[in-house]
């Protein structure tokens, strides 16, 4: 009953959209199209179970199909006005299921409408997608990696299987990716998650005093130590988990020491010499090639494949772009939760800044850019001017997000209206903003929008 409600609500969402969407099945039968999309393309309702070929002549949804790659062009709608026409593949699970055309008539002048309408429509799209994955919600305690890219769902899939063991577990991944994040759901999903839960960072602690840190000392052990000794951080991990974070970092010497603590899971402390029993699952991590680094001597090949049992490899934000805007609205709450203020809005051309920038930092890096915005912008609205620098003098890299790719077009489009509306006014701008059917106000902010308040314009 509420599944045949919520389909009954989309049906009734897409049916009320200005912006045409048709979809059709892996072989280009059309299996839905709404009003907008009859309307601009001329296409009657009785076209849904014929093949999108068959009554469309623009389409390129063949070729979508075939190479599973995102096509967009300008086209004429039925009453020949200019559209953009994007077509792209839809996936479940890894495997093309179909395809959607979306076609949004360029009679839109107002920004601010377009921004609405294409609110809409990624709304309509995360509910699909919220659907298409529902089978798939990870538990609760692995949710910060709800993604779209299958390789993350992968790592997800199996850190949710390994868990419940007492597998040791090796992390991989650059700077930022999350790995103190996944260690921490991997111990709490597993059967330990009521014991101790320790971390350590092998590269933050200096050589000399790592050992005393890790399996603790006896009082006297050295000039500064305390009389009664301390217990390190295995000792504190007993019958619970420790995570060992940069294990790349760990000089050779003590990386002998944590193999007979895994082999013989007993160790002793600094100035100790009664063996010290440990019952402590290892979860390790490092942003460095373990690989390479027992080619060159530097780390123990015994050690790396008894700490690499199972590996995660968590891949960097620049190979999975499509969980950006899902990042960029989670962060946001986050961040504004704390801060107590309300979510900002963010300018469509610092949005495509934040899908375009190749992240090195990777989510710790967004998140720290989202956090200096937030703190930068005068209002609520993040623009182009409250990201770095590093943002804003990038070229674009990688692949586009599809529904950033359209803003752009968008914006591209109405940049040119109004270039065309001053070179036909002699750069007047109340006439200007009467020929495009806006307000002077909005005229200049959109002038201000486009670096175009300062150019002079000659009368054609």
């Known amino acids: 009953m509420e599944d045949n409600f919520l389909e009954n609500l989309v049906f009734l969402a897409a049916e009320s959209l200005p912006i045409g969407i048709l979809v059709v099945d892996e072989v280009g039968k059309i299996i839905y199209l709404n009003k907008a999309f009859q309307n601009l393309a001329g296409i009657p309702n009785e076209a849904v179970k014929k093949n999108i070929n068959d009554v469309m002549e623009e389409t390129l949804m063949s070729q979508v199909l075939k190479t599973g790659e995102i096509v967009t062009k300008i086209i004429f709608t039925a009453n020949g006005q200019e559209a953009v026409l994007e077509e792209r593949p839809l996936f479940h699970n890894g495997k093309l299921v179909g395809g959607i055309s979306l076609l949004i008539s360029q009679e839109v002048r107002s920004i601010q409408m377009l921004k609405h309408k294409l609110s809409l429509l990624e709304q309509e799209i995360e509910h699909y997608q919220e659907r298409l994955a529902v089978r798939n919600i990870p ?6 990696f709800i993604s779209n890219n299958p390789k993350m769902q992968e790592v997800v899939k199996l850190a949710e299987r390994v868990a419940a063991s007492d597998v040791n577990i090796l992390i991989t991944g650059e700077t930022g990716t999350g790995k103190d994040l996944l ?40 000039t500064s130590a305390r009389s009664t000794g301390k217990p390190g951080k295995f000792e504190l991990a007993h019958k619970g988990t420790i995570f060992l974070d940069e294990i790349g970092d760990m000089p050779l010497e003590m990386q002998a020491k944590i193999l007979r603590v895994i082999q013989e899971r007993e160790f002793e402390r600094v100035g100790g010499t009664k063996p010290i029993k440990v019952d402590v699952r290892i979860i390790a991590a490092t942003n460095r090639d373990l690989k ?10 015994d050690l790396y494949f008894r700490l690499n049992v199972v590996e995660l490899h968590l891949p960097p934000l620049r190979e999975r772009r499509e969980d ?15 801060y107590e203020i309300p979510a900002p809005e963010i300018d469509p ?19 720290n850019v989202l956090e200096r915005a937030i703190n930068l912008a005068p209002s609520r609205y993040i623009g182009p001017e409250h990201l770095p620098p590093a943002l804003r003098d990038g070229m674009p890299v990688g692949e ?5 790719l359209l803003g752009m077009m968008v914006d591209n489009f109405e940049k040119q209206k109004i270039i065309d509306a001053l070179k036909a006014t002699g750069g007047n701008k109340v006439r ?15 002038l201000r929008k486009y670096g175009l308040l300062t150019k002079v314009y000659t009368k054609k």
């Open 139 to 144: 538990d609760k305690h692995f949710q910060p």
């Open 183 to 222: 260690s921490t759901a991997i111990h709490h999903k597993s059967k330990r998650a009521n014991r101790p839960f320790i971390k350590i960072n092998c590269a933050a602690i200096p050589a000399n005093l790592l050992e005393s840190e890790l399996f603790g000392y006896e009082g006297g052990a050295f």
């Open 400 to 404: 586009m997000d599809p529904k950033g």
């Open 349 to 367: 051309a610092a949005f495509q800044m934040l899908m375009n920038y190749d992240w090195p930092g990777n989510v710790r890096e967004l998140e």
């Open 432 to 446: 200007a903003a009467k020929m495009l059917g806006i307000s002077r106000t909005g005229l200049y902010k959109k």
């Open 292 to 301: 390479d680094m027992v080619d060159k001597k530097l780390f123990r090949e």
């Open 324 to 338: 950006i805007p899902y990042l960029i609205r989670t962060i946001l709450a986050k961040l504004c939760h704390r």
